[in-house]
């Protein structure tokens, strides 16, 4: 299991962790007339883990968390993956904090949402634990910045993917900028995924310190440190 490290979620890229691996275009069968129609981006040295469970391609990273400094604006692409394919914490990387009521999240507070909102909601950061909720609330920039918004989600689907995007330029993939694309989008070859996107449902805004009374009051001793 990937652990928090000093005081780092699980997450996040650290310096020590640079891209690898030489970006190709893949194309459809060459015709005696004309090259092959572009599909997408590959790794010249792809293999079965270079792409997600739908096959887009995972943006390569070296991993090697803790080395470095960290990269708090940004996730490790493979990580950020796996936390999101398996709904793992995103501060420490265990089973995030599960009731009855759902999985919980935690969203940064809009300017302006659509009505009926969180429900549908597509959301980037993985669930979370309550500890490392309670931690993340007060230490994360961005957080502190616009504040958080805790929801538990009954249900939640992948919906896409978010990273750059690339074009054929001289037969030579070059990055033409970032963008979310959906499963369905028929852009979705072009992009080399670093983030991942839920849809969350049937879901229920809370307020953490209740919900760290209430697990308090269960006896749950490890929220002790976390507050």
Avoid: N
């Amino acid at each position: 299991m990937t652990t928090m490290r000093f005081g780092v979620p699980a997450v996040t890229l650290w310096s020590g962790e640079p891209r690898t691996g030489e970006l190709v275009l893949q194309r459809s069968a060459a015709h005696a007339s004309r090259p092959g129609r572009v599909l997408g981006v590959g790794y010249a040295d792809e293999t079965e883990s270079d792409r997600d469970e739908m096959g887009v391609l995972i943006l390569r990273h070296h991993q090697a968390p803790g080395t470095g400094t960290a990269r708090l604006k940004l996730v490790h692409p493979a990580r950020h993956h796996r936390f999101m394919a398996q709904e793992l914490c995103q501060g420490c990387g265990g089973e995030p904090d599960r009731t009855t009521a759902g999985t919980l999240w935690l969203m940064p507070r809009e300017a302006s949402v659509p009505a009926g909102w969180p429900e549908g909601a597509v959301v980037e950061h993985p669930p979370i634990c309550l500890p490392c909720a309670l931690r993340s609330r007060a230490a994360c920039p961005e957080g502190r910045r616009c504040g958080w918004v805790a929801v538990r989600a009954g249900d939640s689907d992948l919906w896409g993917v978010a990273g750059p995007v690339y074009a054929d330029r001289g037969g030579r993939p070059e990055e033409i900028g970032h963008d979310r694309i959906s499963y369905d989008d028929p852009w979705l070859g072009r992009i080399a995924a670093s983030r991942w996107l839920r849809t969350l449902w049937d879901c229920s805004p809370v307020d953490l310190d209740d919900e760290a009374r209430r697990a308090a009051a269960a006896g749950r001793s490890e929220l002790a440190a976390a507050r």
